[in-house]
């Protein structure tokens, strides 16, 4: 409301209208709300919780190894795939919950370590441990 009658010339204006700044701002709001679920990755993954600290080692443990020429060895004695559940439930002497640690070589390639985790499964023993050497801190 002006009650200054007098002059009829123009004044300029020397305020920042915000109106508009708004306007753009709560559209780019609107936009990236909706565009931000979109660009997530839609695979559900369930994953663990990992633990620096090493577990403590059993007492007796069950290694199973896969060696480079893809033979099995169950401690220190050679064993065949056809004789391993029944070598495995005199090891474990009939212990189903015992956790078995399959130690492969490195060359090994990964579908043969799958296959001997399936006569695993196969066999009942379905406490599995993948070993592995720890890597030196300095590299």
């Known amino acids: 409301m002006r009650l200054d009658h ?48 090493p577990q403590q080692r059993p007492d007796e443990p069950l290694y199973l190894t896969l060696k480079s020429d893809l033979s099995l060895a169950l401690g220190d004695e050679s ?3 056809e004789r391993l559940p029944g070598t495995l439930d005199a090891a474990a002497k009939g212990d189903k919950d015992r956790p078995i640690y399959l130690r ?5 390639p990964y579908g043969e370590v799958m296959e001997v985790m399936n006569l695993l499964r196969a066999a009942g023993y379905l406490k599995m441990a993948l070993v592995g050497l720890e890597k030196a801190s300095g590299s």
């Open 6 to 53: 007098g002059d009829d010339a123009l004044n300029e204006v020397h305020e920042i209208n915000v109106t508009p700044f708004i306007d753009v701002m709560l559209v780019l709001l609107i936009i990236f709300m909706v565009a931000a679920p979109l660009a997530t990755v839609d695979i559900k993954v369930n994953l663990p919780a990992v633990s620096a600290e």
């Open 79 to 81: 064993v065949s795939r």
């Open 104 to 108: 492969a070589d490195k060359t090994v």
